[in-house]
């Protein structure tokens, strides 16, 4: 991984956990992460809408170097959208990550490209970073089709964004088809793929390929994030359902330690 940038750990927490165990994970994971690891690798924690209040207040009351992330937002910044939140909302709560095109937030709600796009400028309008998620099908790996879709997904997420600021982002590869089966893509695979992601970022943007963050996503576990994370183009992970847990999260944090 290039020297210049630094690798991003991010938990997404879907829809698991209340905000008295939101409250109780992030108190947990500060015994456990210590300073030399927060030097070493950025964190940061994607909890449910209802906890980010309560996360967002234990962060900064016990000055814990987590950023705090959201998992989703709309992108307008307020109207009749029931049930929705604006990202001018999340930036006033102090999140500085959001996760964009998620996909289950594709696959099961049907976000669409368009609106994803829409998404990533409105999270960038509200200074905050998107963490833009692409990633194929198990069907479309098979038939060959995970570089185009991919790329696809990487061009239309980026539609109208300027280069400073796709240099700002990070493009999270999650294989579908590995997302909490407990498949993990090979390390060579998922290199490969992040590679892939950043030749795409350097065809649209140029040198904004040298600095964007390429997350690799998909059963992360404490057992295989060293040997991801030692891969070139991998500049960090997004973990879901071991994230979930204080010493699981805690240990890919500290990836850098461990043996291969
Ligand atoms: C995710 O939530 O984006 C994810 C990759 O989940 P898991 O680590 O459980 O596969």
Redesign the pocket.
Known sequence: MSEERRPLISG?W?MHLNHFEALKLVQELTYLVSRDDVDAVDVSVHPPFTDIRTVQTSLEADKIPFFLGAQHCHFEEKGAFTGEVAPSMLAKLGVSYV?VG???RREVFGETDAMINAKVRAVLANEMTPIL?VGETLDEREAGEAESKVTGQIQSGLAKVKADQVASMVI?Y?PIW?????K?ASAEDAQAMCESVRNVVRDLHGSAADAVRVQY?????PTNAKELMSQPDIDG???????LEAESFASIVQYRLHQI
Do not use: F, Y
Not at 217 to 221: A, E
Not at 237 to 243: E, H, I, K, M, T
């Open positions: 997404n879907k996760i998620h996909s289950e998620c999270a999650e590995a997302i909490g089966t407990g993990t996503g998909g059963s992360v576990k992970a997004l973990v879901g359902g071991a994230s």
